[in-house]
């Protein structure tokens, strides 16, 4: 008995010791914010005796026009999001749903683009986006955006289809519905819970993305959140304090989409029951 006490006490204090060692750097972040004119890293001693103050928050939201950044981010990322779910649905559907030739080879080769890393795209998605007259326009970035991420949602969503019972289509069939009427009544209300988990990647991913946002955006009133944070950095020294709290707002819209879609996680077992035999 003592034994196996002392075993769970063990394992309580390595798990507790390792959630600290990962939240602590955010705690730190946090609590470096309330420092002013901090172009060092405060010693991890100084930031716990810090007063709570938000002037950094109020001189950064008024700064270097960077409401206007994060509206911007809001907008590319909200339709993003949003057309990158439905066209991921849509694709996954068919490849649940369907039989059609070099399904399962058609397949492949998507995964297979999956491991390409996404630097070595930037150039020729540069070339094809300007012959298509779209550099400095948000409609070239969200081309990039949603069709870069049907792959990666397609992989996730067609095992999820394909575990809902075809049963559930025929009370569609018998109402003359056909294949839209089935994946927009059928389909999507039972997949809320994995639409509801790429919710959240699909937003955090287009959100804090950089590298296409700084090539195909050249207008400065048009640049995204994560370019302004960089605007913060001065030419021979950074201020932390207001670098950590513009950090700190634009992670605040990804925090609450979590705690929005957090109830619809992916949970075993969610289309179990769905009919019964």
Do not use: C, H
Request: aromatic share 16%.
């Amino acid at each position: 008995m003592q034994t196996s006490l002392i075993n769970k006490i063990v394992v309580y204090a390595i798990i507790i010791t390792g959630a600290l060692l990962f939240v602590f750097p955010f705690i730190y972040m946090i609590l470096t914010t309330f420092f002013q004119g901090t172009n060092t890293l405060p010693k991890p001693e100084q930031v716990f005796s810090v007063k709570i103050n938000f002037a950094n928050y109020v001189t950064v939201w008024n700064k270097n026009n960077f409401v206007n950044y994060f509206m911007n981010s809001v907008i590319v990322t909200s339709v993003a999001m949003v057309g990158s779910l439905f066209l991921g649905a849509l694709t996954a559907y068919g490849f649940a749903r369907f039989t059609f030739p070099g399904k399962e080879l058609v397949f492949r080769i998507f995964l297979l683009t999956m491991f390409i890393p996404g630097v070595i795209n930037i150039i020729p998605q540069f070339v094809i986006i300007k012959d298509m007259g779209l550099v400095n326009t948000y409609s070239g970035l969200w081309l990039i955006y949603i069709a870069g991420g049907v792959i990666g949602n397609v992989f996730f969503l067609r095992g999820f289809f394909e575990s809902i019972p075809k049963e559930l289509e025929e009370s569609v069939l018998i109402d003359g519905g056909g294949n839209w009427r089935i994946f927009w009544n059928i389909y999507l209300p039972q997949s809320l819970p994995a639409l509801g988990t790429l919710a959240i990647f699909i937003f955090q991913g287009t959100w804090e993305e950089y590298f296409l946002a700084l090539t195909l955006i050249k207008s400065e009133a048009m640049r995204t959140l994560p370019i302004a944070i960089l605007m913060f950095n001065d030419k021979y020294s950074t201020n932390y304090g207001q670098v950590f709290a513009a950090s700190m707002i634009a992670l605040l819209p990804v925090i609450l989409l979590y705690i929005t879609f957090q109830k619809k996680f992916v949970q075993s077992g969610y289309n179990e029951g769905g009919v019964k035999g």
